[in-house]
């Protein structure tokens, strides 16, 4: 992360612009890019959605601005970029609004409308760019496939003032710096919070050290995986952080369960190093941390693959964290308790001994009340 790509925010944390492309055959990623250079939009990031076929295209453009203006700008932006070849004089029939179309027809009166004109040319507008982008997705090829929803008077005088461009811009959304830095910060302590929260259960269900050995083991878990989207330089979101907070609490689901074989084994084993207890209590669990991790493995596997592009980020953090979580349950979380243990004794102290909670003490009162009998 601070010698790669560091940690690449999305524009839910960044803030940013975001226009949504459709093309009418296989975009080229590098024509694009260049494209974007020639007007001055060198940071721009291209990224597919969805599957291959659909030909769509986001752009993320590093304007911050979050009025109307600046929605329009973003448009604009990428319309003038991607239009080489547009006739001098002439408007792009897929990128213009229902408006604009009326406002022409209204000006040109193909139909002789009269009174009722302004209504009439709205209604032949609104066909036409539903047309466009509900039934053909935005991007239409030919000026005849208007002639089944609209006058064909209408679709004609079209034809001087209007030409079709190989793609259309069907959204753009803002999202202002201000909640990008608010959105951060409350990603940052929804972490925090769990963590604390985990340690505080924890130290109250087993003891302390249990506590610091589960979260040291799920920061671990949230650092690699974050690592991972920093070598494959895949922008975090905020289904990325909701898949973070669903490892936190996976993970240390299965440190518990070893946690409480050791706790069980304890009682069991008490003349047993407590090495040989957590080796022992993992053997006992690894078959089902096995099974339960590879089920689940392989069906996020499968939302990675076969989910889209909408949920890959979500599902490409829940299968790296799984492989790491199940490895760090194991080899992190359990032999931090030896190394503490071994830690007290290095320095003299007796290490403590887990019995289970409200036990204890009963035992000990009633050998006394033995001890007093006799």
Same mark, same amino acid.
């Given at each position: 992360m601070l010698f790669w790509h560091g940690i690449p925010l999305g524009v839910d944390f960044r803030g940013g612009t975001l226009v949504y492309v459709k093309f009418s055959h296989t975009p080229d990623d590098n024509a694009i890019r260049a494209a974007l250079e020639r007007v001055g939009l060198p940071r721009a990031r291209i /990224?597919?959605?969805?599957? !291959?076929?659909? $030909?769509?295209v986001l752009?993320?453009?590093? %304007?911050?601005?979050?009025?109307?203006?600046?929605?329009? /700008?973003?448009?604009?932006?990428?319309?003038?970029?991607?239009?080489?070849?547009? !006739?001098?004089?002439? /408007?792009?029939? &897929? $990128?213009?609004s229902s408006l604009t179309i009326a406002n022409y027809l209204l000006e040109r009166d193909p139909l002789h409308a009269g009174t009722d004109a302004s209504q009439r040319y709205a209604a032949q507008a609104r066909a036409m760019v539903d047309y466009r982008d509900k039934t053909k997705g935005g991007v239409l090829s030919s000026l005849d496939e208007l002639k089944n929803v609209a006058d064909p008077a209408a679709v004609a005088a079209l034809r001087d003032q209007f030409f079709l461009s190989d793609f259309g811009v069907y959204q753009v959304e803002i999202v202002g710096p201000q909640v990008g830095k608010q959105l951060q910060s409350q990603a940052k302590w929804a972490v925090v919070y769990s963590l604390a929260g985990m340690l505080v259960y924890l130290g109250f269900r087993f003891e302390w050290i249990y506590g610091v050995a589960a979260v040291v083991t799920v920061f671990h878990d949230t650092l690699i995986t974050v690592g991972a989207f920093s070598l494959a330089n895949k922008e975090?979101?905020?289904?990325?952080?909701?898949?973070?907070?669903?490892?936190?609490?996976?993970? $240390? &689901?299965?440190?518990? %369960?070893?946690?409480?074989?050791?706790? =069980?084994?304890?009682?069991?084993?008490?003349?047993?190093?407590?090495?040989? %207890?957590?080796?022992?209590?993992?053997?006992?669990?690894?078959?089902?941390?096995i099974l339960t991790a590879g089920l689940t493995f392989l069906t996020v596997l499968a939302l990675y693959v076969f989910g889209g592009e909408v949920l890959h980020g979500f599902s490409f953090a829940? %299968?790296?964290?799984?492989?790491i979580g199940t490895y760090s349950s194991i080899a992190i979380a359990a032999p931090i308790l030896v190394a503490? /243990?071994?830690w007290r004794s290095g320095r003299g102290k007796r290490p403590p001994?887990?019995? +289970? +909670?409200?036990?204890?003490? !009963?035992?000990?009162?009633? =050998?006394?009340?033995?001890?007093?009998?006799r």
């Open positions: /990224q597919r959605l969805g599957v !291959p076929a659909n $030909n769509e752009i993320d453009l590093d %304007v911050r601005e979050t009025s109307e203006k600046a929605l329009d /700008q973003g448009k604009v932006q990428i319309i003038n970029a991607l239009e080489t070849n547009a !006739p001098a004089g002439k /408007q792009d029939l &897929n $990128n213009a975090i979101s905020l289904t990325v952080i909701a898949a973070i907070l669903t490892l936190i609490g996976y993970s $240390n &689901n299965d440190t518990i %369960v070893i946690f409480d074989r050791i706790r =069980e084994n304890l009682k069991l084993m008490r003349r047993e190093k407590l090495s040989e %207890v957590v080796n022992r209590s993992i053997n006992q669990t690894l078959s089902r941390t829940l %299968v790296i964290g799984i492989l503490y /243990q071994d001994v887990m019995v +289970a +909670a409200g036990k204890s003490k !009963p035992a000990m009162s009633k =050998e006394r009340g033995l001890a007093s009998g």
